[in-house]
């Protein structure tokens, strides 16, 4: 099974995790069924950059993102090259390593 490495975030995993993931999960599900709380403001709909995330390790094992998703991370704060939305990025056999970046576009957060 394949593993999803998260790397520390100060508010939502002060300590990092590994967590253990069902291939054709997307990322975004995998981290709120482990309780890690990130924002997903449009429920994982693909409308809103909430749940962004850097892809640190494992990028190229996601299907590509398409151009609804692009034109989203055009709007999401600290966009790399290697950044997805979590709600579209699904889990495939290898393991990953994802940042969850420090801010969100979100001004009035959801009580998720």
């Given at each position: 099974m394949p593993t999803i490495t998260v790397l520390p975030h100060a508010e939502l995993c002060p300590e990092g995790d590994v967590i253990e993931?069902?291939?054709?999960?997307?990322v975004?599900?995998?981290?709120?069924?482990?309780g890690?709380?990130?924002e997903h403001a449009c429920e994982m709909s693909c409308?809103?950059?909430?749940?962004?995330?850097?892809?640190?390790?494992?990028?190229?094992?996601?299907g590509d993102p398409d151009e609804v998703e692009e034109d989203l991370l055009d709007k999401a704060w600290g966009l790399t090259p290697?950044?997805?939305l979590s709600c579209q990025a699904i889990v495939a056999q290898t393991?990953?390593?994802?940042?969850?970046?420090?801010?969100t576009i979100n001004h009035a957060r959801e009580n998720h």
């Amino acid at each position: 099974m394949p593993t999803i490495t998260v790397l520390p975030h100060a508010e939502l995993c002060p300590e990092g995790d590994v967590i253990e993931v069902a291939a054709g999960t997307s990322v975004c599900e995998a981290l709120l069924d482990s309780g890690i709380a990130i924002e997903h403001a449009c429920e994982m709909s693909c409308a809103c950059t909430t749940c962004h995330v850097v892809v640190r390790e494992g990028y190229a094992s996601l299907g590509d993102p398409d151009e609804v998703e692009e034109d989203l991370l055009d709007k999401a704060w600290g966009l790399t090259p290697v950044s997805r939305l979590s709600c579209q990025a699904i889990v495939a056999q290898t393991d990953l390593t994802i940042e969850i970046p420090k801010y969100t576009i979100n001004h009035a957060r959801e009580n998720h």
